[in-house]
Structures are given as C-alpha cells and as structure tokens.
C-alpha cells in the first residue's frame, strides 16, 4: 500500500485544517482495518462500531496534534482505536474473551500470523519467541486484545506484581533484539 | 513527574502503547508528550515495534451509519453532547477579545432566542459584531437559543459593546438564567 502510506499524512494535515472532505478520505482510506482492529479488542459489533466512532471524533479533535515524529499515520490512528476499545470494555461487565483461556484468544492470533508474508511481523515473531513464554504471552495478551494486568495475571496465573516487573524486563529484551 | 530519566520515559511510554495505562494517566500523559520531543520518540518507538501484530487483523468494512454519526457529530455547532457548548464558547472568546478569555476562566455563555421577533434582533446584532456564522448555524441546529450569562468577572465597561447591546436587549424581555460555568482547561 505505498501509494496509500503517501496519502495519509497529507489527509490528516489536511483533517486538521477543518477539510471535511480530506477527513472523509481519511476514514474510508483506514477504516476498515481499523475496525478489525476495534472488533479485536471488543469482540462485539456493535461496540466496535461505538469505539470506531468515538475514535473518529477524536482523531477530527486531535489532527492537529499529530506530529511524524511521533510515527506513521496508520500506528497513531490504531493507538487511538486501540485507546477508546480498551476504555470501552473497561464499562463492559462481561468480555467475550473472558471465557477464552489465553492460549486459544494467542493460538488464533498465531495461525492468522502464520499466512501473513510480512517481513517486520516475521522479525517481531523472532524476538518475541526469544521471550519466556509467560512475560511473551502478556505482552501480546495487553497488545491484541487489551487486558488490563489485573486480567493478564489472572489468566496467567501469576501474581500481578510478577507480571509488572516481567513485563519491562521482556520489552526491554525485546527492543534489543529488534535493534540488533 | 519527572521524564528526564530515559528509562522511565520508554517504560511510560511502552505502558502507554500497550495499552496498559489508566484512562485519567494517558490523557496527562498524552498532553505530556505534545511538548516533549523525547517522550514522543519513544511513544513512536513503541507503537512502531508493535504495529507488525495488527497486520494479521482482518479488514472489516463498518456499516454506513458510523461515518454518518461521525459526520453528525463533528460538522454541526449544534450540542450533539454535552461537551459541544465549550467549543462554541472558544468562538465567541477568540472573536470578541482576549480580555474576557483571560478574566473569565469559568464563564459560560449559552445562547438562546425565544421568541421570532428577538431571534431577528440578535441576528441583526451578530451581523453588526460579526457573531453571524456562530448565531447562524446555532439557530439551524437549535430550535430555541437563549442568551444567559453567569458572572462574568469584567468590568461593565471592558465587556464587548456586542454584550452590553445584547444584554441591555434582553433584559427585560428574557429571563437571565444561571448556567453551569465551562470548567476552565
């Protein structure tokens, strides 16, 4: 999609100059994989849908603050998504996931990754699996599907503070490998 | 907070990433990282070391009606929530000095016409101050607009001549009702 990572930058200067139609682009270029991204988190429609809208309104309100150094369109786009899901299922009593034990909610996450040919996912993938399985397990779970660490730790039978002080040790691991 | 120390910013801002901040501290933090160059790298390092597992998700189109909301919600000046009046107050600030922005931290001026005759009259009034395209989309959105204003905090001759006329108008012919002031940014 470069032509399409060419685009963004300028609709979303152009959404943060008050162009309806530039902003209009903007979420017909995008929405589509940010509504995967919304159900992901979610599980149900009809939240995703309420997430996807309250995250427009907020990127109208917010254009003006994005800055390329902050990365690309498409990551601050998605970080707002993921955001207002994750707010979103913090009102929700009950989350679809809830009934999932972790290794079948990463097992699908695997097989999907596994047909995906691209080469940033594969490097990714590489250094996760240099992780130990718990603190690798965590970082997906908070990434992929937006659990809170109370959640993490109760899923993965540790004590919340173990998750806590695992979970920087591994990003920082991580960030090496990537680095290397 | 202290952000100089290096490890803490790329731990707050990993947190941040990942999704695992509470609400209240993300927006102090999102609000720090507009003004902080060092913040913002490692907020852009993290959410681009972690962008490659969104890759597998699935496009899925959303139904038509979320982009009309979205439209609904940001294209009109009308109140679609609670929040909406703060915005049309920011517009009546940076037109009509910043005098009264500086001394009125929690004004709130809500504008409301009742009967026909009174709406033309402001409507002349907005056209001489140049209120027109607040005044106009205002009263396409909103039925009944009624002018209100609490505490203002200046001085009867530093307000607006727009104001006084406006208040001097309405006066006898509008009840002046207390609002809830705009809580102050």
Partial sequence: ?180 | MNYDRPELGERLAAEYVLGLMPARARRRFEREIAGNATLAAAVAGWSERLAPLDSPTVEQMPPAHVWHRIEQRVGSAAPVRAKAPKRRLGFFLRGFGMAIAAACAAIAIYVAVNPTPLRDEVAALAQKTGLNGWIASARHAVPDIGLSTMRLGVPERERPRWLRAALLLTNDALPLTAAQPAHSR
């Fill in chain 1, 1 to 180: 999609m470069p032509e399409l990572t060419t685009k963004l930058p300028e609709l979303l200067r152009r959404t943060a100059a008050g162009d309806k139609p530039a902003f209009g682009a903007l979420y017909h270029a995008t929405s589509a994989k940010l509504f995967g991204v919304a159900l992901r988190i979610c599980g149900q429609r009809e939240i995703a849908e309420e997430v996807l809208q309250e995250a427009f309104v907020a990127v109208w309100g917010r254009a003006k603050d994005y800055d390329p150094v902050r990365g690309s369109v498409m990551t601050w786009l998605v970080t707002i998504v993921r955001h207002c899901a994750i707010d979103q299922l913090r009102h929700q009593q009950s989350r679809p996931e809830g009934h999932s034990a972790p290794e079948e909610l990463l097992s699908s996450f695997v097989a999907v990754s596994r047909s995906d040919t691209g080469a940033e996912l594969h490097a990714l993938q590489r250094c996760l699996d240099e992780l130990d399985p718990q603190p690798r397990r965590a970082v997906l779970l908070a990434y992929l599907y937006g659990l809170t660490r109370d959640e993490i730790a109760a899923k993965l039978k540790m004590p919340v503070g173990t998750v806590k002080s695992s979970l920087w040790r591994s990003l920082e691991r991580l960030q090496r490998c990537l680095e290397s």
